[in-house]
């Protein structure tokens, strides 16, 4: 069972980008939509494409490969990913982001 870590400064989380950071060996991407923060695993499930690097839409991930859309909420996938990508729950305290993993 782990415990909130932290994993950014709130001000390093710009609104629509995605911050890919490492905890516990484990890659997670960081994104903040208004005044909340997402974070969810990295990497693409249809086939291990960076997530960071592709872009938030409609609080979706949108991988940068083939375009599957993953729900910020459910870590549901669209096509061609068929797995869903783990989320991960945020605490932010002041001016710190903590994940669990
Ligand atoms: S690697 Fe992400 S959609 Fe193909």
Known sequence: MSDFVFAAKLSDLAEG???????????????????????????????DGPLHEGHIEDNCAVCPRHGARFDLITGQPTFPAVARIPIYEVKVEQENVLVKL
């Open 17 to 47: 980008s995605i911050t890919a950071v490492y905890i516990d060996e484990t890659p997670v991407a960081l994104t903040r939509v208004g005044e909340r923060v997402f974070a969810f695993g990295n990497v693409c499930t249809h086939d």
